[in-house]
């Protein structure tokens, strides 16, 4: 560890310098073979290129996919805010795998979630932040006949499923998952017991079957306790992959909007925004002068503008390849990786905001009753 700030990472809180090799060791999860991945040619860019890190039996739903066997996929927003480049990142995942093989999706908005957890939200704001995610979700394009989106306070049926989880999981055991003190909010208790439901709703609704689960790091803590309680269900234990977190615009570990609104692109910022945005804040690696980068080079690992385009907007590995080497050569200069970076990201923006119109229409085909 660096030492000089604590590295914390929660479902609820995500800051310091984030050692992702010392959490597969302390998460007991697995680390992904990378090489393989790079050589999925069809999978978007961040699985390829290794910010999907780590594993809970993957190969197994791999293995019972290209099997033709019945999988599902299971992955969820919890709606505190309106929703950046960085949160479509499991929907992505969700959407390439259902295309390949055909599975069922299902999408659940934990709206209570996000109501007990922060402390300024009413459920009229959870709900409508539900609302307008889910259009961002959609608009990914996902098979209206094969997935189901759903919010907690909206899908109380969830409840049903919840409580079955609820009576076989112990309060030491979820303290010792999540760390609950004496203040912690009783809904927040008995929260994982709903998000856990959320996961084994492919099981509750359509028998045992292999279900994945693509989330960031910090959401693992749901996935041990749950997966706990599959046996006394008769279920199967639902697998997980793992995403490191994308960084913000400045380069801090996770790029979250409660930190900075600067620090992040929203899916609904204006060309204006991304540009100014991106130029004024983006973290560069390259060197201060034009002088010594040029002499000099830059440094791609610490750009944020190379890195999102590496992991989100350039699916090219030869275009990539040479970004990069010019990058080094200092033949390339920062704001010129930058400039690289606007058009694409507004290039996108541009076409999910036409899509997220167009959702609008579509939320109720999709909505579980
Ligand atoms: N807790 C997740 C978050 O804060 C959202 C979520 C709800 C989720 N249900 C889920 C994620 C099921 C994965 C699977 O982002």
Redesign the pocket.
């Known amino acids: 560890m660096t030492g000089d700030k604590k590295s914390v990472v929660t479902?609820w809180e995500v800051s310091g310098a984030v050692d992702y090799d010392k959490l597969i060791k302390e998460f007991g999860t697995q680390a992904l073979d990378l090489a393989q991945l790079a050589e999925q040619k069809d999978a978007p860019p961040f699985i390829r290129r290794g910010l999907y890190f780590s594993h809970r039996d993957f190969p197994q739903w791999i293995g019972d996919a290209e099997k033709g066997k019945k999988v599902s996929i299971?992955?969820?927003?919890?709606p505190?805010e309106k929703m950046h480049i960085g949160h479509l990142v499991?929907f992505i995942v969700a959407q390439y795998f259902q295309k390949k093989y055909g599975c069922m999706v299902?999408i659940?908005?934990?709206d209570d979630?996000?109501f007990f957890v922060k402390k300024g939200l009413t459920q009229e704001q959870v709900a409508a932040f539900a609302q307008d995610n889910m259009l961002d979700v959609l608009a990914l394009g996902f098979n209206p006949a094969k997935t189901k989106i759903f919010s907690d306070f909206e899908y109380t049926k969830i409840y049903k499923y919840a409580a079955l989880i609820a009576k076989k999981t112990t309060f030491s055991a979820a303290k010792a998952t999540f760390g609950f003190q004496g203040d912690t909010n009783i809904g927040f208790i008995f929260y994982p017991a709903?998000?856990s439901a959320?996961?084994y709703m492919p099981q509750f609704l359509e028998g045992a079957q292999r279900t994945l689960?693509?989330?960031?790091i910090?959401?693992d803590p749901?996935m041990r306790i749950l997966r706990d309680v599959a046996d006394a269900l008769g279920f199967i234990k639902p697998g997980a992959i793992h995403a490191q977190f994308l960084p913000g615009l400045s380069g801090n570990a996770k790029m979250s909007a409660s930190e900075a609104e600067n620090d992040v692109i929203f899916l609904t910022d204006t060309p204006e925004q991304v540009k100014k945005k991106i130029n004024k804040y983006a973290f560069s690696g390259g060197k201060d002068t034009l002088e010594e980068h040029r002499k000099q080079g830059g440094n791609p690992t610490v750009d944020i503008s190379f890195l999102y385009l590496k992991y989100l907007f350039e699916p090219d590995d030869k275009k990539l390849a040479k970004i990069e080497k010019d990058y080094r050569a200092g033949k390339l200069l920062s704001g010129e990786l930058k400039a690289i970076l606007i058009e694409k990201v507004n290039a996108f923006l541009k076409e999910h905001q036409k899509k997220r119109e167009q959702a609008k229409k579509l939320v109720s085909r999709f909505t579980l009753t």
């Not at 299971?74 to 919890?78: D, E, L």
């Not at 689960?213 to 960031?216: E, G, H, Q, R, Y």
């Open positions: 479902p299971v992955t969820g927003r919890g505190s499991p299902y659940p908005f934990s979630e996000k709903v998000q959320h996961i689960v693509p989330i960031a910090d959401q749901y």
